[in-house]
Nanobody
């Protein structure tokens, strides 16, 4: 059974930082592209950042130079370091594991991030 369990969300003031974690189980983590997506109220889910098993990371323009995605294959965990947070970053953040060539795509349950003074 595949599980993606996010943690690290919460309430933070504008300009603050948070680090999200996503622990994966039930998949061969090393070969999956891992990603973070977010969905704000009334909006569609959007890509935040992805990190493949090898190769370059990818970021949404809105988070470049503020967010950093990393992965620890030994711990089957992907992280999202979020700095200089803005109110518009408020959303539910979802962890994703994708293996496109196999048609596999998995989601976590989401973690709320609220940026407000």
């Amino acid at each position: 059974q595949v599980q993606l369990v996010e943690s690290g969300g919460g309430l933070v003031q504008p300009g603050g930082s948070l680090r999200l974690s996503c622990a994966a189980s039930g998949i061969n983590f090393n070969i999956y592209t891992m990603g973070w997506y977010r969905q704000a109220p009334g909006k569609e889910r959007e890509l935040v950042a992805t990190i493949p098993n090898s190769g370059s990371t990818n970021y949404a323009d809105s988070v470049k130079n503020r967010f950093t995605i990393t992965r620890d294959n030994a711990k089957n965990t992907v992280y999202l370091q979020m700095n200089s947070l803005k109110p518009e970053d408020t959303a539910v953040y979802y962890c994703n594991a994708a293996r496109t060539v196999w048609g596999r795509n998995y989601w976590g349950q989401g973690t709320q991030v609220t940026v407000s003074s």
